[in-house]
């Protein structure tokens, strides 16, 4: 079964607002990695929440794991329209080659 | 800086025809690679990983063949395309040992 599940699947909000996506997951992991991509691109890396960490921050990202829930959230505030991309969680173990990719959440940010 | 490159950006074979999609890395040694395909509007797929100079690892049963013939290189070959072969195909690297993944710009393959 697939791990790294995004929750919602496309979201659109203002310029300016908050956006939250969120993850589940069903085995443990070593560690939670957010990454985006714009269309047609490749994905680029945001942050990596590792197992034994509750929250992080990176500017206007804001990373949350609860291992006892299975699920991460990622939070970016104050918005801009050049924050529209998909959103895609991947859930690690040390080594990387079991990395698994969620379908990931469309974010629009309309200007 | 580490830099990772993938040619060609965009591609049009047909059914039958073979496949070649080449990655190379640059500022870095020994990397982790691999190679994922994106359908429209879904996740990645993995479909193999490398840990060194001809050590492939497959991760689905596919129409498809990796090979890594040097260290920061890393191509993706098919001897007949597939209608279902289509898709956005992204490289990627990582250190050893981490999770960081990074990414190269991706090749779109359309098969006719």
């Known amino acids: 079964s697939q791990q790294g599940e995004e929750d919602p699947q496309a979201l659109s909000i203002q310029e300016g607002e908050n956006a939250t996506m969120n993850c589940s997951y069903k085995t443990s992991i070593n560690n939670l990695q957010w990454y985006r991509q714009n269309s047609g691109r490749g994905l680029v890396h945001l942050i990596l929440i590792r197992s034994n960490e509750r929250e992080k921050h990176s500017g206007r990202l804001r990373v949350t794991l609860d291992t006892s829930k299975k699920s991460s959230s990622l939070l970016i505030t104050a918005s801009r329209a050049a924050d529209t991309a998909s959103y895609f969680c991947?859930?690690?173990?040390?080594?990387?080659?079991?990395?698994?990719f969620g379908a990931g959440t469309r974010l629009f940010v309309k200007a | 800086s580490q830099t990772i490159h993938q040619w060609p950006a965009t591609l049009v074979q047909p059914v039958g025809s073979p496949l070649s999609l080449e990655c190379t890395v640059e500022g870095t040694s020994n990397p982790n690679l691999y190679w994922y395909r994106q359908a429209a509007g879904r996740g990645l797929q993995l479909l193999f990983y490398s840990v060194g100079i001809g050590q492939i690892s497959s991760e689905v049963p596919q129409n498809l063949s990796a090979s890594r013939p040097q260290d920061r290189q890393f191509i993706l070959s098919s001897k007949k395309l597939l209608l279902s072969d289509s898709g956005f195909y992204l490289c990627?690297?990582?250190?050893?040992?981490?999770?960081?993944?990074?990414f190269g710009p991706g090749t779109r393959l359309t098969v006719l």
């Open positions: 991947a859930c690690g173990r040390t080594g990387g080659f079991k990395t698994i």
């Open positions: 990627a690297w990582s250190l050893v040992d981490t999770d960081t993944q990074y």
